[in-house]
């Protein structure tokens, strides 16, 4: 601890170094994490990625720094803050008659009648106790509530269907605890971060704390199963405008204006995706089927479109796979690449110019060979589909073992 400060206007807390309170940080396992607050954060990550120990690490360093003891951090600021407010799991309270939800209710209402600008607000596994789709617009109706109150705070939630909402927000910041792949698994870092963790490792948690692995493989099916039929269904549903409407299923980040960022689906833009996406996913099957029939590829795999949208990430568990990738920028431009790091690759367009703000529609292939095939392929055939491009030149890498159809040999100029 090197010092704090109590700041009595300031509507900003910053904690340096923060670290859970209950861990020694000698012994190394602690995670050290600086916390920059200048709005209300919504908070996602895995489970176990350690959305619960931000909540308590930060309601301790505001609680000791306003009774002036020692704050676990290395430096802290601190507003002067005139409530502190914590919502933790809610249990059922049988002699009340109550649910757990009903009693979450009853003090989440207490808390968002009492805060004001000046308050620290911490809500952990928001509107958990109910039907999912009910409790998430619940969910996203309080968040809208505390963003115009304009108070300082985190609310941690798994219901990531709030930011397919049409939410009004101005005072809210995205963060998420962070993950990586280790050894080919995806591990919590336990570092806070920008943007939206739509991974939560329920099944790789389940397995882990003994579920029988026929109960997995089988949970796992009905998944696909289910993210089939919603896909299917989002792609004839009329849908309004909305936070966000990436499918990616990993870390994901929010733009800093949500006013203006995202056109909906059903806009031009979003009429562009869409186009982009069928004709892409048309090329990428035929050309695998035809490797698959010519015994270039050992199996014939599935082609999934995955849409990563304004400065939002591809999910970690693209690290280390092939992939091609198609950049939407938003002059209606095109570019086409593939890679094995797709969030490296992805952070290194988006430094450039022009990049901040684009989407990307990526897939999963087997293999850096076919992955550079398909790279080239779309590159000499989406000009022919009235695409724009603006790397045709990459086209002409054609040695990788593929042969040129007409239908190549014609978009190719």
Known sequence: MQDYSMEESSSEMDLLRLFPYWLDTNQ??????????????????????????????????????????????????IPHFDSIMLHMKAYDSPADGKSSFQIE???????????????????????????TAKGTCIAGSIIERLDDVGCL?????????????????????FKAMGAEVVNGCIQPTWRLMDGICRESLAFQTARKEGMPDLIIKRAEELYLTMSRSNKQTSSTAH???????????????MPDSLGNMFEPPSGTFGLLRKDVESIVTAICKDKLLDLYNKRSISELV?????????????????????????????????????????VGRLGAHRSKEGMQDATILYIVVPGKSVACQLETLLINQLPSKGFKLINKADGKHRNFGMSVTSGEAMAAH
């Open 28 to 77: 190394g396992n602690a995670i050290l994490n600086d916390v920059n607050m200048r709005s209300l954060f919504i908070l996602t990550g895995p489970n176990g990625g350690g959305k619960s120990s931000m909540l308590r690490s930060v309601c301790a360093a505001a609680l000791l720094g306003v009774c002036g003891l020692m704050v676990p951090a290395a430096s802290a600021v």
């Open 105 to 131: 209710m009853s003090e989440i209402r207490s808390l968002v009648s009492r805060a004001t600008g000046r308050s620290l607000v911490l809500i952990d596994e928001i509107c958990r106790g109910t039907e």
């Open 153 to 173: 705070g985190i609310v941690s939630t798994h219901l990531h269907g709030i930011f397919d909402l049409p939410l009004s927000l101005n005072n809210t910041d």
């Open 239 to 253: 849908h309004g405008p909305s936070v966000g409407y990436s499918n990616v299923n990993g870390l994901v980040g």
């Open 302 to 342: 599935e082609v999934v479109c995955v849409t990563v949208g304004a400065r939002e990430q591809p999910p970690p568990s693209t690290v280390g796979r092939s992939s091609i990738y198609i950049i939407i920028r938003r002059d209606n431009k095109l570019y086409v690449g593939q890679t094995d790091d797709l």
